[in-house]
């Protein structure tokens, strides 16, 4: 089952701009969790944030989070090239200790040069 | 240097054939995972070890089987009896009772003729 949606499900933008990605999810959780995907990779973790905690920030990378709405948003700032890759948002479900996640669709970020 | 293999990156399968996806983790991670990937889609989760000689199924489980005979260890069957099998197969690991968060291996194709 699926506990993230992902919003846009691609994006397009130009080097230097901005590009901001949601993700909703469906239940209570413990934290939340950001991945990055290069075409053909494995998952890289970018950024954790906790239920308790309402933003994160890790160099360009600025992570909100909304338990009231069920969301999350990821922005990444100044965007280059070798940003260009899918993203997705990850949940625990609530369960705890056992670092079994449920991952969104993803979205799909291309940041022209 | 720590990291997750997999192996074979590629693998051809013909219907019928059961096929075994190595990962090997050096991290001293307690739990590792099996995801797979179709094109376009996020990850669905199908089976997790917490601790050796221990593991549970995911989301879609069946016409797939593991073991979890060495810490490091945590091969993945494709059975003749998974319908679909072609997708891209991802293992990952974690320590536990850390937030979850998971290292990923490059993954591996599996295509079906």
């Known amino acids: 089952s699926q506990q993230g949606e992902e919003d846009p499900q691609a994006l397009s933008i130009q080097e230097g701009e901005n590009a901001t990605m949601n993700c909703s999810y469906k239940?209570?959780?413990?934290?939340l969790q950001w991945y990055r995907q290069n075409s053909g990779r494995g998952l890289v973790h970018l950024i954790l944030i906790r239920s308790n905690e309402r933003e994160k920030h890790s160099g360009r990378l600025r992570v909100t989070l909304d338990t009231s709405k069920k969301s999350s948003s990821l922005l990444i700032t100044a965007s280059r090239a070798a940003d260009t890759a899918s993203y997705f948002c990850?949940?625990?479900?609530?369960?705890?200790?056992?670092?079994?996640?449920?991952f969104g669709q993803g979205t799909t970020l291309q940041v022209k040069p | 240097d720590g990291g997750i293999t997999q192996s074979p990156k590629y693998l051809f399968r013909k219907e019928g054939q059961n096929v075994t996806l190595s990962c090997e983790q050096n991290?001293?991670?307690?739990?590792m995972y099996w995801y797979r990937q179709d094109p376009g889609q996020g990850l669905r989760l199908i089976y997790y070890s917490q601790i050796v000689n221990d593991f549970q199924k995911g989301d879609i489980a069946e016409g797939y089987s593991v073991s979890r005979e060495k810490k490091e260890s945590f091969p993945l069957t494709v059975t003749s009896a998974q319908k679909n099998p072609t997708a891209f197969y991802l293992c990952?690991?974690?320590?536990?009772?850390?937030?979850?968060?998971?290292?990923f291996g490059e993954g591996s194709r599996l295509t079906v003729l």
């Open positions: 990850a949940t625990d479900g609530g369960s705890s200790n056992t670092g079994k996640l449920i």
């Open positions: 239940t209570s959780i413990n934290n």
């Open positions: 991290l001293n991670h307690d739990a």
């Open positions: 990952a690991s974690s320590r536990w009772g850390l937030d979850g968060e998971l290292f």
